[in-house]
């Protein structure tokens, strides 16, 4: 397992890169051995400029910065500021989309609709608001303005959090972790992890919690839901994926990064003749949209747009030499791509205010004009079509079908109309559980490896993965998203497959779409009359790297349910803190994280975490 990558396609472009001298997210890790070690224990903190302190790890002298903070307060306060930035790139996101649907139902934009009527209207009534005898633009501007204030504190309660269930919402209340606002859990981390404020690590880890639940049942939540009233709500859909689907007789752009605002107007604008026929003139026989990461993600759930791949692929795909354009919004957009871009034709086009990257092309997007910036952007591409360098082109041949678009909405039509079928597979004990791998890639471990391995051995399991994120990515290049990858689920889950005609790991869309995860884990809790703690269920980030996943880690943990991390966050340096995160979460929220770098371990951990709470609800194991 010395290897980079599991995956050939990758694997090829690294050699190719290796070869014509560049260099990738790979060799830069490489360079940065040893990485630091008190950064890895999480025990620096640069929070004041008495400092930078750091605690020696060895117990001897400092066991104190310069204001007296211990290894706990500090490795706390840094997990702390991790998961506001996290919460805070979801709920951004969110916010946008929330601002979107203001303004196309104010007429505002262009190129949007509310594409999913019945959703807003759905929506509408959980917010309270009238909707019978108004129009959908009527309400769409009621509903996203009800939405905007929960980012600040009028209610002093996310309307979400009444989707989970009773016993739940409860147990945030007595603990005092009820999400207040999303915007105000976010700043309340930044006051509390100031020099001489927050300096009690239980305290500070129960308001990290409480900022990851208002991403998860705020922020994130809103992104997702918002987006499907706008885009869609995701079905069953096939597409393609891996490096293999950029084609060299076309005129290739990647999306990459994470909003769908913006891709999904390049996929509608992609479509338009003239368009195609400018690609055609320049030689092109037509323009291939292609998506990474996230930004890839909503789109495939959408439109079975293909996907070229996740995190650690989006240099590679550069190195094919064929990428007419390469367009960046916000997120895991790594700043290494316009170097590498550089040496071939490539053309990395930034478009968000937040977001620029020196030696990129920028064009601005705003909502208000987004057909036509969606169209100048393809332009571009198409322009760029013939400064391709001839000598420099590979393309690997892998290419794998898959399935996606599992949204609850779709996961319920698929299983007929309610959750009873999934509920009594896992009564009966054809299905074991439920667990949600998602997550980055982290050259720490061998690309796509952790993913793949632990998918792999849950399903045969009996265990019913769902996914989002890179992890799904991951997924569906190894042919677990079709159908057919029933053969390698275990006897329960692979018969109850095929008798549904799904795969045995669902794809249920970005990493804000965890939201959906959430959703669903909460039905089937109050399906059973049970918390969800007591769900025969877990969560799993085999590759994780960014501080979303860390604010993800700690809303799943936070609604109940057993995480592993299988890269380490950086904790360990401070004794009771960890002790706190791997075991004293347990008592107060009924759920833990573990750590395991092996993913065949952390498969057997999750495992035997299913099967006692299947005996917990008296259910055979
Ligand atoms: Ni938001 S956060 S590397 S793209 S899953 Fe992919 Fe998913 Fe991690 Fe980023
Ligand atoms: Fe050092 Fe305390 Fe300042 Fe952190 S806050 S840098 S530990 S003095």
């Not at 306060?77 to 805070?88: S, T």
């Not at 019978?132 to 509903?143: S, V, Y």
């Amino acid at each position: 397992m010395g290897e980079k990558s599991v995956d050939q396609a990758s694997l090829k472009m690294l050699n190719k890169a290796a070869q014509e001298g560049i260099e990738t997210a790979w060799d830069r890790y490489e360079k940065q051995q040893p990485q630091c070690g008190f950064g890895l224990l999480g025990i620096c903190c640069r929070n004041c400029n008495m400092g930078p302190c750091r605690i020696d790890p060895f117990g001897d002298e400092p066991q104190e910065g310069v204001c007296g903070a211990t290894a706990d307060t500090i490795a706390a306060r840094n997990l702390l500021r991790m998961i506001a930035a996290g919460a805070a790139a979801h709920s951004d996101h969110g916010r946008d989309i929330v601002t979107t649907l203001y303004e196309t139902a104010a007429g505002e934009t262009q190129g949007y609709q509310i594409k999913d009527e019945g959703k807003l209207r759905a929506l509408a009534a959980e917010f309270g608001i009238p909707e019978e005898g108004r129009g959908k633009e009527e309400i769409a501007r009621d509903l996203a303005r009800e939405a905007m204030e929960e980012f600040g504190m009028v209610k002093g309660k996310l309307q979400f959090l009444n989707r989970a269930p009773e016993k739940r919402r409860q147990l945030w209340e007595k603990v005092g972790i009820t999400p207040r606002g999303v915007d105000r859990e976010i700043v309340e981390v930044m006051h509390r992890t100031h020099i001489g404020v927050d300096n009690d690590y239980v305290n500070l880890t129960l308001h990290g919690v409480r900022t990851a639940l208002s991403d998860g049942w705020g922020g994130s939540m809103f992104a997702t839901e918002f987006s499907d009233v706008l885009f869609g709500t995701p079905q069953p859909i096939k597409g393609q994926s891996n490096l293999g689907v950029l084609k060299e007789d076309q005129v290739n752009i990647v999306v990459h990064g994470h909003e769908p605002v913006l891709s999904d107007m390049i996929v509608q604008a992609a479509r338009e003749d003239d368009l195609l026929a400018a690609a055609q003139e320049k030689g092109a026989n037509g323009i291939n949209v292609c998506g990474m990461c996230c930004t890839g993600n909503e789109i495939l759930m959408r439109h079975g747009v293909p996907v070229a791949g996740n995190f650690l692929q989006q240099e590679l795909a550069v190195v094919t030499g064929v990428v007419d354009a390469m367009v960046v919004d916000v997120q895991c957009i790594m700043p290494a791509l316009t170097q590498v871009a550089r040496c071939y034709h490539t053309k990395v086009i930034s478009t968000s205010p937040k977001a620029r990257f020196p030696g990129a092309d920028h064009v601005p997007f705003s909502e208000q004009t987004a057909l036509d910036t969606a169209r100048k952007i393809i332009m571009m591409a198409i322009d760029n079509f013939s400064h391709r360098k001839e000598e420099l082109i590979q393309i690997p041949d892998e290419e794998m079908e898959y399935m996606a678009g599992f949204s609850v909405e779709a996961i319920i039509k698929a299983l007929g109309g309610s959750l009873d079928p999934l509920l009594d597979a896992i009564k009966a004990g054809q299905i074991k559980g439920i667990a949600a791998i998602v997550g980055c890639n982290n050259p720490k471990i061998s690309h796509d490896y952790g993913h793949l391995t632990l998918t792999r051995e849950l399903i045969k399991n009996d265990v019913l993965v769902v996914q989002t994120g890179c992890a799904a990515i991951a997924c569906a290049k190894a042919g677990l998203l079709l159908p057919e990858a029933a053969d390698e689920a275990g006897p329960g889950l692979g018969a109850v497959c095929k008798a549904l005609g799904i795969p045995p790991v669902l794809h249920m869309g970005s990493c804000v779409d965890i939201s959906r995860i959430l959703v669903t884990a909460a039905a089937i809790a109050n399906a059973l009359g049970v918390d969800m703690s007591d769900l025969p269920a877990a969560g799993a980030a085999p590759e994780w790297m960014s501080e979303k996943a860390v604010s993800i880690g700690s809303y799943v943990i936070g609604s109940g349910i057993f995480t592993v991390l299988g890269t380490v966050p950086p904790v360990l340096g401070a004794k009771k803190f960890t002790e706190l995160l791997t075991q004293g979460a347990q008592d107060v929220l009924g759920a833990a994280f573990a750590v395991e770098t092996d993913p065949m371990k952390a498969a057997g951990l999750i495992l035997e975490h299913i099967a006692a709470k299947r005996k917990g609800l008296g259910l055979e194991s």
